[in-house]
């Protein structure tokens, strides 16, 4: 039951590694990587726009918030003097009032104009708690704080010294002597810009009516002013820490994850459904390209848009049907030359081997009655003769035989022809072969002709004993070498120049590769092709 139970984990593990495998090359392809940018396209442009959205609101709001330091005093003592004037005001002052009145007082906050959005949406930023209040008698005397743990109990009902704060002495000097002028009320700090200011706090009392200062001699009465308190405040760092940043970019940020994942989904939609388009005609592209490197040119890729990847496709079937008709040319000269020297093997050898045969029957049969046993000698010798034209004519047979290599290879073919070439011309040969990769199937044609014709020359001409051929696939080029050691020959003279030689030159030349030939007069002879891979 184990047994099985781990068959069958191994057996699933397999599975999920396959399938992770085709998932991983299938993101890997053109198409997945055309939806992956489009994706990323999308979300980039989408987080650039709510970016710029974003910084423009923001700027929008520190623009628009009423926070220099003139308004900011002018705000403080319309709206925080008279909250404590009453209390100050009583004499002696009602300090536990002023106390009990703050204990309420939940702190300060300013906002911003109110930002229109689509027609009727409004947005408005505010910021809280960002001002310290020191509530001061006219002797200098701390009556409360707000936020009230910002200084200890025991300092309360205790006289500040003007230096109680950075940048206090100038301010609340001025507030003491009863000035109202916003501009001597404040002083700007380091660090951050800070500032402290002292806003005095007056009560106001009525003296004597006058009569005269009318012109309808409606009563007159006059007020008099008189210092009973000053309300010291400092700030934060100005002014960026007064807006609630964390909180826009918490709201900011739920909004870009919903908006980008939506975007993020159309974009892959968009994408895959682009991408597919463009993958299917580039896998015809691919196809054909496929069919044409078997040497089927007949393969048209069908695609009749007009972009640029319509106008490639036209001139690749272009350049496939030139090819066709270059191949067809060279087949067509290939074949003559394959005729002209067939001609020229059959006039060197059969012919004369022919000819000297029929030689030796002739004076066999004029020797036949007068001399039985020299007409039986020149019988011999014509059936030598014959023998010899039989076997030249084998030879020539096999080599106009068609190539049958497909499903085999060229390494494959070339063994089942050499081991049949030894046993008709009794000569050793041998063949190594160093790191084989599969080529295309025209360049094996092509390269099985080339040996072919090597033999043929070593079996006609070298009277070679033995035969070395190797094929060295290296990593940028094969390395094709034959070599013999027969009776050699000079490069270049005019017997040395045959057909086949000319024929395995040409075939060389149309693959692209480098073609030699060394050889000595008995030192036997030494083919080498360099064939390099198309990528």
Request: net charge negative; aromatic share 8%; hydrophobic share 40%.
């Amino acid at each position: 039951m184990q047994t099985e139970n781990a068959e069958r984990l191994t057996k699933d593990s397999t599975n999920l590694g396959k399938l992770f495998s085709r998932v991983r090359v299938s993101f890997r392809s053109l198409r997945w990587r055309l939806t992956l940018s489009y994706s990323l396209v999308t979300v980039a442009a989408l987080l650039v726009v709510e970016l710029v959205a974003m910084v423009f609101v923001m700027s929008y709001f520190v623009n628009n918030i009423d926070l220099t330091p003139e308004n900011l005093i002018s705000n403080l003592r319309a709206e925080w003097t008279p909250m404590v004037q009453q209390f100050f005001s009583e004499d002696p002052p009602d300090i536990e009032g002023v106390r009990d009145y703050l204990d309420n007082v939940q702190g300060s906050a300013i906002g911003t104009r109110p930002l229109t959005i689509f027609g009727n949406l409004q947005v408005q930023m505010k910021a809280e708690d960002f001002l310290s209040f020191y509530y001061l008698l006219n002797d200098r005397t701390l009556v409360d704080v707000i936020p009230h743990d910002i200084v200890l109990e025991d300092q309360l009902g205790q006289k500040i010294p003007y230096d109680y704060l950075p940048g206090l002495e100038k301010p609340l000097r001025a507030a003491l002597d009863g000035v109202e002028d916003e501009n001597l009320l404040y002083e700007k700090f380091d660090p951050g810009n800070r500032i402290t200011g002292a806003i005095p706090v007056f009560r106001y009392e009525p003296t004597d009516i006058d009569l005269t200062t009318d012109p309808e001699n409606e009563p007159v009465m006059d007020v008099e002013r008189k210092l009973v308190g000053v309300i010291v405040f400092t700030t934060k760092r100005f002014p960026w820490e007064f807006l609630p940043i964390g909180d826009v970019m918490i709201y900011i940020g739920r909004s870009l994850l919903i908006f980008t994942s939506f975007a993020g989904i159309l974009g892959s939609i968009f994408g895959m459904l682009t991408a597919s388009g463009m993958t299917k005609r580039l896998t015809k592209v691919s196809e054909a390209a496929h069919d044409w490197s078997h040497g089927d040119f007949s393969v048209i890729i069908r695609d009749k848009r007009d972009d640029e990847l319509g106008k490639l496709t036209q001139d690749l079937n272009s350049m496939a049907e030139q090819l066709e008709n270059l191949l067809d040319r060279r087949q067509e000269l290939s074949i003559l030359e394959e005729r002209n020297r067939l001609a020229r093997d059959l006039h060197d050898s059969v012919k004369q081997q022919t000819f000297a045969a029929s030689a030796q029957l002739g004076a066999a049969r004029s020797h036949l009655i007068n001399n039985p046993e020299a007409a039986y000698q020149h019988l011999k010798e014509g059936e030598i003769l014959i023998g010899r034209v039989r076997q030249e004519l084998t030879d020539l047979i096999q080599e106009l035989r068609p190539i049958e290599m497909k499903g085999k290879g060229l390494i494959p073919t070339v063994r089942e022809y050499i081991c049949d070439w030894q046993r008709r011309n009794d000569i050793d040969i041998s063949i190594h072969v160093r790191g084989e990769r599969a080529l295309p199937v025209v360049v094996e044609k092509s390269l099985f002709r080339i040996l072919q014709e090597a033999l043929a020359n070593v079996c006609w001409h070298s009277k070679a004993t033995k035969v070395d051929i190797v094929f060295n696939y290296r990593p940028d080029f094969l390395l094709l070498t034959i070599r013999d050691d027969g009776q050699g020959f000079v490069p270049g003279e005019t017997r040395a120049s045959g057909v086949g030689l000319k024929s395995m030159k040409e075939r060389a030349n149309i693959l692209g590769s480098e073609f030699r030939i060394d050889s000595k007069p008995n030192h036997g002879t030494r083919i080498s092709l360099k064939y390099p891979y198309k990528s």
